[in-house]
Nanobody, 126 residues
């Protein structure tokens, strides 16, 4: 099973941008799907997007469309999340997760994913 490590979080002002990374190790993830989730204080863990490592196709939650973009670099076993026009409500711990199942109707639910990173904190504040 893969091990996942997120990085790239930090403090950013409203309207700013941030690019998160999720590096997988332990086994190839070329046939996995990798998702991004976030969890804000007092809220449930929320699915943002997932991406196919085989073809790069991505699916986004409605809340993420237009501002967030997932991409992958298979040679580096890395998935990225480019976040633009960040707002205070984007403040959360951001996690990546992996699964081999393919598509799922419930992909946005955390319990559909088997392997998780430790998270990286994003704070959007003036």
């Amino acid at each position: 099973q893969p091990q996942l490590v997120e990085s790239g979080g930090g403090l950013v002002q409203p309207g700013g941008s941030l690019k998160l990374s999720c590096v997988a190790s332990g086994e190839t993830v070329d046939y996995y799907y990798i998702a991004w989730f976030r969890q804000a204080p007092g809220k449930e863990r929320e699915g943002i997007s997932y991406i196919s490592m085989s073809d790069g196709g991505a699916v986004y939650a409605d809340s993420a469309k237009g501002r967030f973009t997932a991409s992958r670099d298979n040679a580096k076993s890395t998935v990225y999340l480019q976040m633009n026009n960040l707002q205070p409500e984007d403040t959360a711990v951001y996690y990546c997760a992996a699964n081999r199942f393919g598509s799922s109707y419930y992909w946005w639910l955390a319990n559909e994913w088997n392997f998780w990173g430790q998270g990286t904190r994003v704070t959007v504040s003036s």
